[in-house]
């Protein structure tokens, strides 16, 4: 009985970690980007009308390449399993291997 709420608590706290990275986390990343972006453009992008900073253009460009990666990354996990393929991160980097089983 115990080992079964072990089982379940675990698969639980991962689907978990995965909503919220994947359904939360890429959301809050583009906004952080776009904020960042008014905050480098500044002038009528801000609230205050201040002189755009240049470190916000250069963290929005990472924001929204984090993004842009985590949709690819998503459309190829997709794609892949249409094709009867999986993606493996044994080598560090994602790379579309035959499916085992």
């Known amino acids: 009985m115990i080992e079964n709420l072990q089982y379940a608590f675990d698969g ?14 890429l959301p ?11 905050w480098g453009s500044g002038g009528a992008a801000e609230v205050s009308g201040a002189a755009g900073k240049p470190i916000g253009k250069a963290v929005a460009g990472l924001c929204l390449a984090v993004v842009l990666a985590g949709v690819a ?3 190829t ?4 399993a249409g094709f009867g ?3 493996s991160f044994e080598h560090g ?9």
């Open 93 to 101: 980097y994602p790379s579309i291997v035959a499916k085992e089983g």
């Open 12 to 25: 639980a706290w991962r689907v978990l970690l995965g909503g919220l990275v994947f359904g939360a986390g």
């Open 85 to 87: 393929k999986a993606v």
């Open 77 to 80: 996990i997709i794609a892949a």
């Open 73 to 75: 990354l998503g459309i």
């Open 28 to 38: 809050l990343v583009y906004a952080l980007g776009i904020r960042s972006l008014a």
